[in-house]
């Protein structure tokens, strides 16, 4: 057996064995489903028991996961209690800096009413914001640069806390205009047309809004012609207000994001999956009190103000 293994990891087992369903116990650890299904593999392998099983009135733990769990949870509980030592984080009087990686869909739409609850509430305290990096969120997360990443991802690594606060569409903005499309565009008329693209300055770096976009049209055996690839998302809309290329963006975004422009913004002529931006963090933060209030404070900004 690997003795490989996490707080975090621990911590979702005791969460399984007290709810004994997955997504409740990923609600509990504000984890997505898959995530925790993923992590009761993981911790069948490492104990090499089933750990929760199937009966006709639900699920229910193995008693290896009982033993398991009456063994750990008091040390669970000791390093929570340690954790938390430092008593109740009081933000009127914290002088504190957080770093948050974030897109700029999550700058655009949390940021100003977050930073206006701050004044406030916290006024010493500071935000710095770095750009997504997809690759190197668990290294930022983990060497402690960064408190918190929001965004939207479709893969994350292993063991990091993950809990969706509001979900989007994907939308496309059309010149108000524009020589042949008139209304929401068809498919023919979306393939016809010529797109924005947006991308990091690297060749590898891609939007994962545009990656979803390909993969649907690729399906459907279709290419996009893409004839200009932008760094900065803020100035897609002034592309598409002064020419005939078509752009994607998520609503929210795009409805601030044309306020005074020539643009129009319509479905897609296709299926996309929701836009879900999650807020992600890691174990090293989890039970800290600065860090928990600094989560709440986003999940309630975005609550109050239904982005």
Not at 23 to 30: L, P, S, V
Not at 32 to 44: D, H, I, K, Y
Not at 141 to 160: A, K
Not at 174 to 191: D, F, I, N, S, W
């Amino acid at each position: 057996m690997s003795h490989k293994v996490d707080v975090h990891l621990l911590s979702c087992l005791d969460a399984l064995v007290a709810e004994a369903h997955v997504t409740r116990a990923a609600e509990r650890m504000n984890m997505s489903q898959p995530a925790m299904s993923n992590a009761l593999g993981r911790l069948r392998d490492l104990f090499l028991d089933p750990l929760l099983v199937r009966t006709p009135t639900g699920m229910v733990p193995t008693d290896r996961a009982e033993q398991i769990m009456d063994a750990l949870r008091p040390a669970l509980r000791t390093i929570d209690a340690t954790l938390s030592a430092s008593g109740p984080f009081k933000p009127a009087e914290a002088d504190i800096n957080f770093n948050i990686m974030t897109t700029d869909y999550g700058a655009l739409t949390v940021l100003p009413k977050l930073m206006l609850k701050l004044q406030s509430t916290a006024p010493k305290v500071r935000i710095g914001i770095r750009y997504s990096r997809p690759a190197e969120v668990r290294e930022q997360l983990e060497g402690g640069d960064t408190s918190l990443v929001l965004g939207f991802f479709r893969d994350l690594p292993e063991g990091l806390y993950s809990s969706v606060i509001q979900t989007d569409t994907i939308s496309c903005l059309v010149r108000r205009g524009h020589a042949t499309v008139k209304g929401p565009p068809t498919l023919e008329q979306y393939m016809r047309c010529r797109h924005v693209y947006f991308a990091g300055a690297g060749t590898q770096i891609v939007s994962t809004i545009e990656k979803l976009v390909d993969e649907q049209l690729s399906q459907m055996g279709l290419v996009r012609n893409s004839v200009l690839r932008i760094a900065n998302v803020m100035v897609t809309p002034h592309i598409v207000a002064e020419s005939d290329l078509l752009a994607v963006l998520p609503k929210r975004a795009a409805e601030r994001l044309t306020t005074g422009l020539d643009v129009d913004i319509h479905p897609l002529p296709f299926e996309l999956p929701d836009f879900k931006i999650a807020m992600i963090w890691h174990e090293r933060t989890h039970r800290d009190p600065a860090h928990r209030w600094l989560r709440e404070g986003i999940r309630d900004v975005v609550r109050e103000n239904q982005f």
